[in-house]
């Protein structure tokens, strides 16, 4: 079945430093794939998508690249504040995404020090 | 007004008691989620529903049941709570129809059981 696999953290860094969290998946046909955010205390809500090869995906300074050739949605951002500290999930919709519940990854939680 | 909200938002729990976890949302969806989370588990989904005469099992239903009541009302129930289903509750919704397949979490549900 499909899957997602990402990077096991914890990531720590240093703000302004450059952050990717690499992403990879196992599916059939064309999936869409996501990244969804949980901030301390709260629900996951989704951060960026993209629903074919070589869409870019961006939002609050993020980006990620839906590449089929070595089917990856790693995500990165240039330059990271500790308000980006948070769990980040990758996930993906099968391709028939109208009748598919997502797939998440394990999560990785991202703490950014000042 | 929060779109997706849950009750409770915490909950203490002994082994062997019934417990029901309540969603609600007013988002107008017709897809309705529940997963939990586990740390270093990612999300699970337990049960989900496409519309109020559908419910599907998922990932991890075992000792779990749903109820829809309604369009906007989706239930989890613990028929007798065991220690090992001490962890976060989600509840989610997505649209009919929309091709991305987002999805909208509710806050969370944080269930101890003793």
């Known amino acids: 079945g499909d899957s997602v696999t990402q990077m096991e953290g914890p990531v720590t860094l240093s703000e302004e430093a450059f952050l990717t969290i690499n992403c990879t998946y196992t599916a059939t046909g064309y999936p869409s794939l996501f990244w969804y955010v949980q901030y301390p205390g709260e629900g996951l809500q989704l951060l960026l998508k993209a629903t074919k090869a070589d869409d870019k995906g961006s939002n609050k300074g993020f980006e990620a690249t839906y590449r089929k050739e070595t089917t990856s949605f790693h995500l990165e951002k240039g330059s990271v504040q500790v308000s980006d500290s948070a769990v980040y999930f990758c996930a993906l919709s099968g391709w028939n995404s109208g009748n598919t519940p997502l797939v998440f990854g394990k999560g990785t939680r991202l703490s950014v020090i000042a | 007004d929060a779109d997706v909200t849950q009750t409770p938002r915490n909950r203490i729990t002994k082994t062997g008691k019934r417990i029901m976890l309540e969603c609600s949302q007013t988002?107008?969806?017709?897809?309705m989620y529940w997963y939990r989370q586990d740390p270093g588990l990612g999300l699970r989904l337990i049960y989900y529903s496409f519309d109020v005469k559908d419910i599907n099992k998922g990932e991890i239903s075992d000792g779990y049941s749903v109820s829809r009541q309604a369009q906007a009302k989706f239930s989890l129930s613990l028929e007798s709570a065991i220690p090992n289903q001490t962890a976060l509750y989600f509840c989610a919704t997505s649209d009919y129809g929309r091709a991305l397949a987002e999805q909208f979490f509710g806050p969370g549900t944080r269930l101890t059981v003793l």
């Open positions: 988002k107008g969806h017709d897809r």
